[in-house]
């Protein structure tokens, strides 16, 4: 994989759940090819599903894929990068005893989970296929207008882990774009989302703010999920035609 330039995980935190990063991920001409080809999106208005602002296209979307990304070369490129096992391996060799304890508190994925991997196993499911620890890939491109946001919220139960690619047009307008990660009293294995006021309060009463990632580019900022990976995104407010753009890679059990 000559794209992949680094694979070097540096631990940010490791409690209530685990936070890493990599830098210099992708080759310098890659990450630029990336970058790039960002699918240009004229009729968002028409993908946004929620009043945040965000939408996104990602690689299990059909209509979507087909109308975006089918011909665009570099999203194939990664595409066959993040489908090959040995992707995911770059993370499970490291971070595999990290997976085994963000499972303890749910007993089903937690067995699951001691079982052999199967990767990107996505066909009809087999019945040989509950002898084995079933991973699939999700990669999602992600756009947020300004005045959008991310609220709170863990991910769902099935996701294993998050990996999440930063494309800034200027670093020093956007540092204040990243990922926020919250240490919480509030357990949410189940991924509820604080949408209203009145459960924010409550939140930020029992939550503080553990990391804030920068918005740089070429950097890998991931996390393992599990009942406490609380994050999200502040209210962006630069300018009105302005849109951060990421590129998150999901795994999934």
Do not use: A
Not at 88 to 114: A, H, M, P, T, Y
Not at 154 to 172: A, C
Not at 223 to 247: A, C, D, G
């Amino acid at each position: 994989m000559s794209e992949i330039n680094n694979t070097t995980i540096k631990i940010i935190e490791k409690k209530p759940f685990c936070i890493f990063k990599i830098e210099n991920f992708f080759s310098n001409e890659f990450y630029e090819e990336l970058k790039f080809s960002f699918p240009i999106i004229n009729d968002y208005q028409n993908l946004i599903n929620d009043n945040h602002l965000k939408f996104s296209i990602n690689s299990e979307n059909h209509d979507h894929y087909e109308k975006y990304l089918k011909n665009n070369s570099s999203f194939l490129k990664l595409k066959n990068i993040i489908e090959k096992k040995d992707f995911f391996n770059l993370f499970k060799n490291k971070l595999g005893n990290v997976f085994l304890e963000s499972r303890k508190s749910d007993l089903v994925n937690f067995l699951k989970i001691l079982r052999p991997y199967k990767y990107n196993s996505i066909s009809k499911k087999k019945f040989i296929d509950i002898f084995f620890c079933n991973v699939r890939s999700k990669i999602q491109y992600s756009y947020i207008l300004n005045e959008g946001k991310i609220v709170p919220h863990t991910d769902g139960v099935s996701k294993l882990l998050s990996l999440m690619i930063y494309f800034p047009e200027n670093e020093n307008d956007e540092i204040n774009n990243g990922t926020t990660f919250w240490n919480s009293k509030i357990k949410n294995f189940g991924n509820k989302h604080i949408n209203n006021q009145k459960d924010l309060d409550l939140f930020l009463k029992q939550s503080n703010k553990i990391y804030e990632t920068p918005f740089e580019k070429n950097v890998v900022y991931g996390f393992i999920k599990n009942s406490n990976s609380w994050h999200s995104v502040n209210t962006i407010n630069l300018y009105p035609e302005y849109i951060r753009k990421s590129i998150n890679i999901n795994f999934f059990i």
